[in-house]
């Protein structure tokens, strides 16, 4: 149980009277917004430049504001998920944005009808220097645009096209028939975070009876969840179709300005370097002392007893130390967020579980929600919510509202890099060879997890919606059996692929957004270039990294990974990558 939040220290809380001093002070500012959202008199008359010009900066202002609100709001309700005065603050922002959006939703469809010259005038007009890049993207996207009157249509149907995830969501939590197995004696619930814990168990019995329970379930659900996302595939294929894309992936790509061509080298990259990950599964089989490794057995540390149990602040320490070739301004600004409440550090009662970054554009820092446990999961997660907060600051500090926010396809870069950083500095001092072989196995599940894994899906769904453009019938069968060989593919035959495993697909969320999983794998793969080129180029490295963290959204991600010497449409990035974890193994190989 956690502690009750009035007897944390304040230095150990963040402080969102940096946001809104009172309650007072946010119902004032919500009635003002409240007053501000009819933008009707710019309707029809967008293709004049001090109109346009003055819509957007009005909308700006209005999302500025709501943005502080919406922040407050979520950050006090965080602190404690059990009060209803926070959730009623949540429920009137979510009116209050939908008002907003449809009072500017003629904004976008007017721009788009406008004259290709006309738009082209206004991106090179000095007046909207902050909107340039925005306005080039309705360029580009012209083509993808349907008539007004259908546009308004799409629109309004939204909340059917998101119904198959949300039936997803439905049938996941509020209708999973939760399994139960006998730990130690006792009943145990398998919900999906016990999972996870349970396969992390040091008894194999628990884990494959955790295994095997949890799927039994899922295979129980299999012909609805079919057809739920089938359903969402479908969606996909229309859409693209309906907005003159050559196909799912080029559409959902292009929500984010990136080329297919990432993907491809992604996938490509993967491929070359499945055998590394084969190698690092069968000496984990044998230091497990395993005659064969099963799907529950993969996730089990081959290095037991190595944690790093330590306090609050000697992690914090200890993460500022691994930091240090980021340089004196990134050290001075993570003692600040230490010292001056951006971090909200312990477990308490109510508190939303987990951590995460959060940043008000306007307000001079961002907030990291941690509950920090001495663990050594909990130690790389302070440097990884460190990174996620510095990408914020530099971006908003430099870039102006509209350009500030960084797209999804970057969130995870500056934080990974963090994690990398903090690992080879903590190879680099420790003298105890059973931590160092802990860390190196460390390091190389997380490229797993998240490079190969999130690959992996990425495979599958790419095959998926590639069987339904071509007319192939999506069923329950013939997915498993895509999914199967997949798994067979990245585990290699030092794993047994087990026949529940058939049925993995089945239970993840993220496919229901189309092609969004392989950015935590494009993600990582940039970090660990970064940080790689870091650590063996020193300064010159470290000014282009700032320059990447300094450029928000200022252009398309790929573009602006490349001021940090990353170009994901070559293959250098990918294979600096895979080399480093090539190290990593052959290492881990040596220590005894």
Known sequence: MGKDRKDVPANLKWRLEDIFSSLDEWNRVYDEVSGKLDFSKYEGKLGDADMLFECLEGINAVALDLNKLYSYAFMRHDEDTR??????????????????????????????????????????????????????????????????????LLSQESRIFDGFRQVF??????????????????????????????????????????????????????????????GNVDKDVFLARARKYESSLQKALDGEDVDVKVYQNLLKSVKKGLPLLHRYYRDKKKLMGLSSMHMYDVYVSPVEDAEIKVDYEDAFKIVKEGLAPLGEEYQALLQEAHDNSWIDVEETEGKRSGAYSASVYGIPHPYVLLNYQKTTGDVFTIAHELGHAMHSYFSEKNQPQEKADYKIFVAEVASTVNEVLLLKYLMKTTTDQKLKKYLLSYYMDMLKGTLFRQTQ????????????????????????????????????????????????????????????????????????????????????????????????????????????????????????????????????????
């Open 457 to 592: 899906f990425a495979e599958f769904e790419y095959i998926a919606h590639d069987m339904a453009e071509k007319g192939q019938p999506l069923t329950k069968d013939a997915l498993c059996e895509v999914y199967l060989g997949l798994n067979k593919k990245y585990y290699g035959r030092s794993v047994v692929s087990d026949p529940e495993i058939a049925y993995e697909w089945a239970r993840i969320p993220h496919l229901y957004r189309a092609f969004y999983v392989y950015k935590y794998a494009t993600g990582i793969i940039s970090a660990v270039s970064i940080a790689e080129r870091i650590y063996n180029e020193g300064q010159v490295a470290v000014d282009d990294y700032f320059k990447f963290l300094s450029s928000g959204g200022s252009d398309s991600p790929v573009e602006l990974l490349k001021l940090a010497g990353v170009d994901l449409t070559k293959m250098d990035a990918f294979n600096s990558c895979m080399a480093s974890f090539k190290a990593a193994l052959e290492e881990f190989e040596a220590l005894e």
């Open 169 to 230: 969501t439905m049938i996941d939590n509020a209708d999973f028939p939760y399994p139960t197995i006998k730990v130690d004696g006792e009943k145990v619930t398998v919900t999906h975070g016990m999972y996870g814990v349970l396969l992390q168990s040091p008894n194999r019995r628990v884990r494959r009876e955790a295994f095997r329970a949890y799927y039994k379930a899922y295979i129980g659900l299999i012909n609805t969840i079919t057809a739920a996302y089938v």
């Open 83 to 152: 009060n209803s005065e926070s959730a009623a603050l949540m429920a009137r922002m979510d009116m209050l944005e939908m008002k907003l959006m449809g009072s500017i939703a003629f904004v976008n469809p007017e721009l788009t009808e406008l004259p290709v010259e006309v738009l082209e005038g206004f991106a090179k007009d000095e007046k909207f220097k902050d909107y340039d890049y925005t306005i080039k993207q309705t360029i580009k996207r012209k083509p993808h645009v349907l008539s007004k009157d259908t546009e308004a």
